[in-house]
């Protein structure tokens, strides 16, 4: 909040500066002969603001003070953009960019690291007037507040804006260097996945209106988005083939369907046996509902067109994770669950980045886990093999030592 110290020439307002261990500015303002109001830039301390009000102040005294000096005084260089000014426009030539361009959830997600972390610090601010120091205590301020992610994500959004503003000439130089500060934090949360046991009572517990979908996200290791997005026609329940060709997001209260990020995510999977009757079901409800209008949405809200909402489909799954314990198990880890099942199953790496639609070999994790509790339960099943051998061996033993 500003404040203003008057005197008896003119007054000084002290500008609370929004960068974490930056001190206040200082703009003096003043009243001309001639009725006009002039003021002069900003001044880093009380005294330099003082100083130039002092010197306007004797001009007019023994006038040499004039309105054409002192609105040369008091003129501005031409000022770079506002970082949030740029920084939207970042934005849109990323979406307008004809070679991949910035889907519209992503801006969104950009436009949300502007509104909660860096528009309060940054926004109102000349581009060119950012400092490494400015970033630096900003970022320290940030990871203060716990949330790494969001500081992490906030930051190389920054990165990348202040790199398009040196190439733009705009900037000489990119101020964020913070050591360190370029790799995203390990997530929190450690992906869970479900035994099958746990899977079990988990599906049993979920509302039966709900239990389809979360039943292809633990199958078919789908996100919830693309859970959402299918449409009638993107099931074959007959075959059990699914074809993934869109994920729903709902971004400013409307609904936006999009197509997955990577060629990888297009892709098509198989639903298990115990699966292909409940779809069959849903696929055939709907298609009665849709009046065989088969590029409805498969699963929808109560109102039979609007896409089933995220918050309703985690509801569902809170009740399932209840029943079995699992407090911290997420809607998404149900994918883990998918890739953990097929893995135990013989699954290759490969295969398991089919269905989850990556491209990079990270789920060789999940098989690497999956894999070690086979390997444990092989370990176990020996034991209990060699078990019965040597009680057959010690049995025959004490026989002979009888019969001698």
């Known amino acids: 909040m500003a404040r203003h110290r008057k005197r008896q020439f003119g007054e000084i307002q002290e500008l609370e500066s929004r960068i974490p261990g930056r001190g206040p500015r200082y703009r003096a303002r003043y009243m001309g002969p001639d009725g006009r109001r002039y003021s002069a830039p900003t001044f880093e301390s009380f005294g330099a603001a003082e100083a130039w009000l002092n010197n306007v102040q004797a001009e007019i005294r023994f006038e040499?003070?004039?309105?054409?000096?002192?609105?040369?005084?008091?003129?501005?260089?031409?000022?770079?953009?506002?970082?949030?000014?740029?920084?939207?426009?970042?934005?849109?030539?990323?979406?307008?960019?004809?070679?991949?361009?910035?889907?519209?959830?992503?801006?969104?997600?950009?436009?949300?690291?502007?509104?909660?972390?860096?528009?309060p610090v940054f926004g109102d601010m000349p581009i060119d007037q950012i400092t490494e120091g400015d970033v630096n205590a900003w970022h320290k301020a940030s990871a203060a507040k716990q949330h790494p992610t969001q500081t992490a994500n906030a930051y190389l959004f920054m990165n990348s804006v202040m790199r398009e503003a040196v190439e733009a000439k705009i900037i000489a130089s990119n101020p964020c260097r913070v050591p360190g500060a370029k790799g995203k934090p390990a997530p929190k949360h450690e992906p869970e996945s479900l035994s099958v046991v746990e899977l079990r009572d988990y599906l049993r517990a979920v509302p039966e209106r709900y239990r389809v979908p979360l039943m292809v996200a633990a199958f078919c290791g789908m996100r919830s988005g693309e859970v959402r997005g299918l449409r009638i026609r993107d099931v074959d329940y007959e075959t059990g083939r699914i074809t993934i060709q869109q994920g729903v997001n709902r971004i400013d209260g409307e609904y936006l369907f999009e197509k997955p990020k990577t060629k990888a995510g297009i892709r098509t999977v198989y639903a298990p046996e115990l699966l292909r009757a409940s779809l069959a079901a849903q696929v055939q409800a709907r298609t009665k509902a849709a009046n065989s209008a088969r590029d409805r949405l498969l699963f929808t809200a109560q109102d039979g067109r609007s896409p089933l909402h995220s918050s309703v489909l985690r509801e569902a799954h809170l009740k399932g994770r209840a029943a079995v314990d699992r407090p911290s198990l997420r809607v998404h880890d149900l994918r883990k669950?998918?890739?953990?099942?097929?893995?135990?199953?013989?699954?290759?790496?490969?295969e398991i980045m089919v269905m989850l639609g990556h491209t990079t070999p990270e789920v060789a994790m999940i098989y690497q886990a999956a894999a070690e509790q086979r390997m444990k339960d092989i370990a176990t099943r020996m034991d209990d093999v060699f078990a019965g051998v040597q009680d057959d061996q010690e049995q025959e033993e004490q026989g002979e030592a009888a019969r001698s």
């Open 337 to 350: 669950t998918a890739a953990t099942l097929a893995a135990q199953q013989g699954a290759t790496v490969r």
């Open 64 to 119: 040499i003070w004039s309105p054409e000096k002192a609105s040369r005084k008091t003129v501005k260089k031409p000022t770079a953009p506002t970082f949030a000014e740029f920084a939207e426009t970042c934005i849109v030539n990323r979406m307008n960019r004809p070679v991949k361009p910035l889907r519209a959830s992503t801006a969104e997600n950009y436009r949300k690291q502007l509104r909660l972390e860096l528009d």
